[in-house]
């Protein structure tokens, strides 16, 4: 038995909103949150109605007035944060089973990363607030001109249900740090956690009413907040065509700023030289396998040099077939289940049209059945395919390699450079030179040379091009997306 395992039947699943520091039932559309593992009903959750969304942007705005939280002496946010970041850390095993329990985070994940991860956010964050400066502008003698950063106000912000704890928090922390409040929109499918970390930063300090947390629907809760008038400030981490319709909906109620973390389709381009074949192997397979693949910077299609393919295609593969599906509450778990049938759904259809449209199977595919009742999918390899396939365009979250080869750097660069979208890449090669050309070459947020994913330093910026969205996460960069800039001038 792995030391993190525990029993889903067992855990207290927090419900309904937290607005103005209480809980408040959900007046809206009715989801059946269910554990993806095996498809049991968690519970029936109802979202925030446009009403209780309207009743947390007013909170907001009111308590930004009433807290002073904007204005606070920055080092006593500060200590509110830090307090908020160890009692993250007190709670970890509360928060992993809650995270693991219906989301398709493995809770051996949760609780040696993404719980200390969400509590390093908060205490980086925390830390940033009196290390933003502004700028005294040159000008004439009997002027003084100067830059001062400022929060927006309230920010709405959306979270996904991949890693649900850990990517709200990477809205939450900054915003707040930045003097800003915060209307959260978890996905409806894993609010739980992330609402429990909302209760701890009131318990260490912050503000009634300047962190609220609505779960519901994208179509009744998530429009609703975005098409608030009193919302000014929209943060977004999903799917690319979700956020084009994010944009719309922010410019319904007066044009307001949004930034985007959306999809990924990226590359591992793999020379002949790279340092080692069997680290590369493992890099890819966890990179694919990683939450049953619904990674957003996924590594997903191998870009490999056609002399050293075969090799490290067999290689990957062997690596794959050690994954091992089983329930998220199970520590040992490697390889966790796709999020539900429509996900499940929306793979199988686009693996179809892949083969349809000339891509092999190398290894593996098709459903598997760990005899728990919820839905997995084998480790997958395909190659044989064009650049237009969709196994090399289509973002499709699961567990699935797409192999292309190449025989020139220049080729190799070509492959790597996907068309549409531009979030993250991996480049292995002992040769410096090769590895500057192809990272500068690959149309991408972050490029990793001889490694593959982010680690856990808080201080490196991530974030998207082309349709992978635009503002980073992680970073100084992070806060200061929600500081807009004024310029005050003196005539002396």
């Known amino acids: ?57 007013t909170e907001a705005r009111h308590s930004l007035k009433s807290s002073g939280w904007a204005e606070m002496e920055p080092r006593q946010r500060m200590a509110i944060m830090r307090r908020w970041a160890d009692l993250v850390d007190a709670h970890a095993d509360e928060l992993a089973q809650l995270e693991a329990t219906v989301s398709v985070r493995v809770v051996s994940s949760v609780r040696l990363r993404d719980v200390p991860m969400t509590a390093e956010m908060i205490r980086f964050y925390g830390e940033c607030i009196d290390k933003i400066e502004g700028a005294v502008l040159a000008t004439r003698g009997n002027r003084f001109s100067t830059l001062v950063r400022e929060p927006y106000g309230v920010v709405a912000a959306i979270s996904p249900w991949n890693t649900p704890m850990l990517l709200a928090t990477l809205k939450i922390a900054p915003a ?12 409806e499918f894993t609010p739980y956690a992330i609402l429990r970390v909302a209760e701890l930063g009131l318990q260490a300090g912050l503000p009634r009413g300047i962190l609220s947390i609505l779960p519901g629907t994208g179509a009744e809760t998530g429009t609703a907040l975005v098409r608030h008038p009193g919302v000014d400030y929209v943060a977004f981490t999903g799917s690319a065509s979700t956020g084009a319709r994010v944009m719309c909906d922010a410019a319904t109620s007066g044009l307001k700023p949004v930034s985007l973390e959306l999809g990924g389709k990226s590359p591992q381009l793999v020379f002949a030289d790279a340092p080692d074949l069997d680290a590369v192997a493992t890099l890819v397979a966890a990179s694919v396998c ?24 067999e290689r990957i593969a062997a690596r794959m077939d050690r994954m091992q599906a089983g329930p998220t509450w199970d520590g040992a778990t490697t390889l966790a289940p796709i999020v539900s049938p429509a996900q499940m759904k929306r793979l199988e259809s686009l693996l179809d049209a892949a083969e349809a449209a000339g891509a092999r199977r190398l290894h593996g595919g098709g459903r598997i059945d760990p005899g728990l009742g919820g839905l997995f999918y084998a480790p997958t390899i395909l190659g044989g395919m064009a650049d237009d396939n969709p196994a090399v365009r289509e973002e499709l979250f699961g567990p699935v390699l797409a192999v292309q080869t190449f025989q020139d750097l220049e080729q190799g660069l070509r492959l790597a450079d996907h ?39 808080p201080n490196q910026p991530m974030g998207g091009y082309k349709q992978s969205g635009f503002g980073k996460d992680f970073g100084v960069m992070g806060l200061e997306k929600f500081l807009k800039t004024k310029n005050i001038a003196f005539q002396i």
């Open 419 to 457: 068309p549409s979208y531009g979030l993250a890449g991996g480049v292995h090669t002992r040769d410096i030179a090769k590895a500057l050309k192809a990272a500068r070459a690959i149309q991408a947020g972050t490029v990793w040379v001889n490694h593959y994913g982010p680690n856990t330093d």
């Open 1 to 57: 038995m792995h030391g993190d395992n525990f029993d889903p039947d067992r855990v207290d699943l927090p419900s309904g909103c937290l607005i103005g520091g209480e809980r408040v039932p959900g007046d809206g559309t009715v989801t059946e949150v269910r554990r993806p593992s095996d498809g049991k009903l968690a519970r029936a959750e109802a979202g925030a109605s446009a009403s209780l969304v309207d009743r947390a942007v």
């Open 290 to 313: 990683a939450n049953g693949g619904q990674v957003c910077f996924a590594g997903t299609r191998l870009v490999v040099e056609a002399s050293v393919a075969d090799q490290l295609v």
């Open 176 to 187: 707040l740090a930045a003097g800003n409040a915060v209307v959260l929109k978890p996905s």
